[in-house]
């Protein structure tokens, strides 16, 4: 099934109506809208010619058959197509973390070819295609697309990409899943306040889980698993996503609350996803080897 970019969203909400119904284990392709509602397609484009109302549109929801609340929906991202031969960069004054640098606000149009991008002055840099905004109607108030928090949302990791799962809390039937905000390539932190934004396609395979305990948003790689939290401040994220990887230790029952600490210590590593979004955006990486010495696992 295709969901066209048609149906997007700007908030994630249990009043949201579905786009449409799937069982569990479907798969299920998202064409997406870039984080600036495709309304740039050249640097002569000002901020104020942009309607801020549409900006980060999330593609959906869907509504996943049988998923209830205290379920978790699995997320298998399988491919990421990307569909512009060129993305669309942004920054300027008061935005991002050096915004109090700059007087003028900026808008590149990078040309995306053969897996790199090419910036201005001829550097070059390789791609890693990546989703922006993913994520499910939270329990209580909308939330916009803009916003991260439990539900995921525009958490801006870098690691959600093709070959992954996201594990995610479901808060309503259904769950209504949506997600959008591509990016061809970002960094950690994500700090001019974009990344190259850009349009495309996601196929995802969408199951839900019953009867398991995860601390979620949570990403499973064949190499890493990643709990992410986003707060108010950095280190509020930074902790959050700390203590969600050692509630998820504690399920292997081998291990002391200071035996967990330590191993965390050094062999795992903290990272900012992002730091420009209402909410910032931290997540804590452990090797799968870990996991596997502690017979800890997630299904």
């Not at 392709?29 to 549109?57: A, G, H, K, R, Y």
């Not at 606000?105 to 890693?128: C, S």
């Not at 697309?145 to 799962?165: L, R, T």
């Amino acid at each position: 099934m295709k969901i066209d970019k048609r149906h997007v969203i700007f908030a994630m909400s249990k009043n949201n109506a579905a786009v449409a119904r799937v069982p569990s284990g479907s798969h299920v392709t998202f064409e997406t809208c870039d984080c600036f509602f495709d309304q740039i397609t050249d640097e002569s484009v000002t901020f104020s010619e942009l309607d801020w109302n549409t900006i980060n549109p999330a593609t959906g929801p869907v509504y996943v058959e049988g998923a209830q609340p205290g379920d978790i929906l699995k997320v298998e991202i399988k491919k990421m197509t990307l569909n512009r031969d060129y993305a669309i960069m942004a920054t300027g004054k008061n935005l991002g973390v050096l915004g109090d640098e700059l007087t003028d606000n900026a808008i590149y149009k990078v040309p995306v070819k053969d897996n790199q991008a090419f910036l201005p002055k001829g550097i070059k840099i390789d791609l890693n295609p990546m989703i922006g905004v993913i994520g499910v109607a939270p329990k209580g108030d909308d939330i916009s697309c803009g916003v991260p928090c439990e539900h995921g949302g525009n958490m801006d990791c870098k690691e959600i990409k093709a070959g992954v799962s996201l594990y995610l809390p479901v808060n309503v039937p259904g769950a209504l899943f949506a997600l959008g905000d591509l990016h061809a390539a970002m960094g950690d932190g994500e700090v001019s306040v974009s990344g190259l934004e850009i349009s495309g396609e996601v196929e995802v395979v969408l199951s839900v889980l019953k009867g398991h305990e995860l601390p979620t948003p949570l990403i499973v790689s064949d190499t890493m698993i990643s709990t992410i939290a986003s707060a108010v401040t950095l280190d509020d994220a930074a902790t959050l996503a700390t203590k969600k990887m050692v509630t998820l230790l504690k399920q292997a029952n081998q291990l002391t609350a200071a035996e967990i600490i330590t191993l965390l210590s050094v062999s795992g590593d903290l990272k900012i996803c992002q730091v420009v979004d209402p909410q910032k955006t931290c997540r804590f990486e452990l090797p799968q080897s870990v996991l596997r010495q502690i017979n800890l696992s997630l299904e």
